[in-house]
């Protein structure tokens, strides 16, 4: 069955770039019907959309307005796996970070989810 | 503030069937479809509904969905304790190109 299982730092200062990593197995991040999206959760926020690549005939990508100017989603189709940077990140960006994938219209395989913290 | 308004909690007691609604816009529930989550403590959500009122295979029937306008409804029936849960609606924002979620319900099964 799919499953995506995800990697990288808990803990990142202030002002520097945050780096998760979604490896894929039972699918290919080239799949012309899914797409590879990345979820937060925090207390104060709730469940937030960050954005999501995806392969129809050419790569795509779509980002939430609250990131855009600092986020950039990356499929690497070698190790079949997609990435997430956030830039220049705050305080406020400590949150449970989640790669999905969307099939349909709903997120049906979700990562374990890592815990970011942002502090000095 | 979410995009996708959700009242902040229902209860129900065994047995008794619970709704929860999820209001938004012609930009997002309207023209879009709707999906599902359920959330157990200290897990990942888990996708219940898709495509509006579709069960993913092992969904049990007691879930539905349902859409009516720019408003979408989570049905519970036959509750049980192991449902206590928080549950959460999403769609697709076309004015946004972006996703969008709920506020989240907390379900409490007294």
């Known amino acids: 069955q799919v499953q995506v299982q995800q990697s990288g730092p808990g803990l990142v200062k202030p002002s520097q770039t945050l780096s998760l990593t979604c490896a894929i197995s039972?699918?290919?991040?080239?799949?012309?019907?899914?797409?590879w999206n990345w979820i937060r959760q925090s207390p104060s926020r709730g469940l937030e959309w960050l954005g999501r690549t995806y392969f129809r005939s050419k790569w795509y990508n779509d980002y939430a307005v609250s990131v855009k100017s600092r986020i950039t989603i990356n499929p690497d189709t070698s190790k079949n796996q997609f990435s997430l940077q956030l830039n220049s990140v705050t305080p406020e960006d400590t949150a449970v970070y989640y790669c999905?994938?969307?099939?349909?219209?709903?997120?049906?395989?979700w990562g374990q989810g890592t815990t970011v913290t942002v502090s000095s | 503030q979410s995009v996708l308004t959700q009242p902040p909690s229902v209860s129900a007691a065994p047995g008794q069937k619970v709704t929860i609604s999820c209001s938004g816009s012609s930009s997002n529930i309207g023209n879009n479809y709707v999906s599902w989550y359920q959330q157990l403590p200290g897990t990942a959500p888990k996708l219940l509904i898709y495509d509006n009122d579709k069960r993913p295979s092992g969904i049990p029937d007691r879930f539905s969905g349902s859409k009516s306008g720019t408003s979408a409804t989570l049905g519970i029936t036959g509750l049980q304790t192991g449902d206590e849960a928080d549950y959460y609606c999403a769609t697709w924002d076309s004015s946004l190109s972006a996703g969008v979620f709920g506020g989240g319900t907390k379900l409490t099964v007294l």
């Open positions: 999905a994938r969307g099939a349909v219209a709903g997120m049906d395989v």
């Open positions: 039972g699918d290919s991040v080239s799949s012309n019907y899914a797409a």
